[in-house]
């Protein structure tokens, strides 16, 4: 409902009817990238005159990206590099050459967590215990969970996997007793939810060691460690812990016209308070960093456009 609502308000926001209609394609609604999406909607609406919409799907929606079905796209740098270069996940599809760039956002920090009362401590802990797998519909939160298990030597051998669709369901699942322990990025309103049902949850601090952190990153390229501090919108978090983290980006298809990913990218870079008003963790958002480059993506001419003028690149 509170979706809806933002979208309804948007809607009545956006104007003349002849704005331009736009639509951003993000993970299911309770996912971190759902919630960034609305906020990033509702500035587009706001800032930029745009008719945007958000369209919370199962899947990566990188296929209704550079098919026209969809325009723009919140996802994270290594899938978005995979997706393009026909790699990872995506190695039987194919490049994708029409992919582009529109900037680089917030990090992801993300997390295996437990139940508060949970004995288990570390990841190491998780050996034979139940986690989500398969992932058929979002094959990116099973590598990421694969990533979490490798840090500590372990692989999805070493656990007793329960199948699961997509990132919201393996939630429903752990609050449901079904399995030990799940994944999420922290802020997610999904976290919330399952910090209520099951009385707290705790995060599970990874080794920022190098032998640990280069099996990472063999999974998620560009992935690094960031150190989280207890903060009253982040459940789980009792004392600064070393997390995981990478680069959530939005992409866009080469031929949207110029100047609406230029009016995308003018909007997001100067109205960071705006964004954190709708979701706090945008308040890790560097505008600055924009135009930090993502790997086998290039950047789309509208938003270079803007990132010179800004002066983010030469």
Not at 201 to 230: C, F, H, N, W
Not at 271 to 298: H, R
């Amino acid at each position: 409902m509170k979706l809806i609502a933002t979208l309804a308000a948007a809607l009545l926001a956006a104007g003349p009817a002849r704005a331009q209609n736009v639509s951003i394609i993000t993970t299911p609604v309770g996912s971190f990238s759902n919630s960034a999406g609305s906020a990033m909607a509702k500035v587009l609406v706001e800032k930029a005159g745009l008719r945007a919409v958000v369209q919370a799907q199962a899947s990566t929606g990188f296929e209704e990206t550079v098919s026209g079905t969809a325009d723009f796209n919140v996802s994270n740098a290594f899938d978005a590099t995979f997706f393009a270069t026909g790699t990872g996940d995506y190695q039987s599809r194919g490049p994708h050459k029409n992919l582009r760039a529109v900037g680089s956002l917030i990090p992801y920090r993300v997390a295996m967590h437990v139940r508060n009362d949970s004995p288990v401590q570390r990841i190491a802990d998780l050996k034979g215990k139940r986690l989500s797998s398969g992932f058929n519909a979002q094959k990116t939160i099973h590598r990421i969970i694969e990533a979490h298990l490798a840090n500590a030597g372990l692989s999805y051998k070493d656990v007793a996997q329960v199948p699961a669709p997509n990132v919201v369901r393996q939630v429903d699942d752990f609050t449901s007793g079904k399995t030990d322990a799940f994944f999420f990025a922290l802020g997610s309103a999904a976290i919330k939810q399952a910090n209520a049902a099951v009385g707290g949850v705790r995060v599970l601090p990874v080794d920022t060691s190098a032998a640990a952190m280069q099996r990472v990153q063999a999974l998620l390229p560009g992935a690094y460690t960031i150190e989280v501090k207890p903060a009253p919108n982040i459940e789980g978090v009792a004392k600064p812990t070393p997390l995981i983290a990478f680069d959530m980006v939005m992409v866009v298809r080469a031929e949207l016209p110029d100047e609406v990913v230029y009016k995308v990218a003018r909007a997001l870079h100067d109205n960071k308070a705006d964004l954190q008003a709708t979701f706090p963790p945008f308040a890790l958002f560097d505008p600055a960093k924009m135009a930090k480059p993502v790997q086998g993506v290039p950047f789309h001419p509208g938003a270079l456009k803007y990132f010179r003028e800004a002066g983010l690149i030469k």
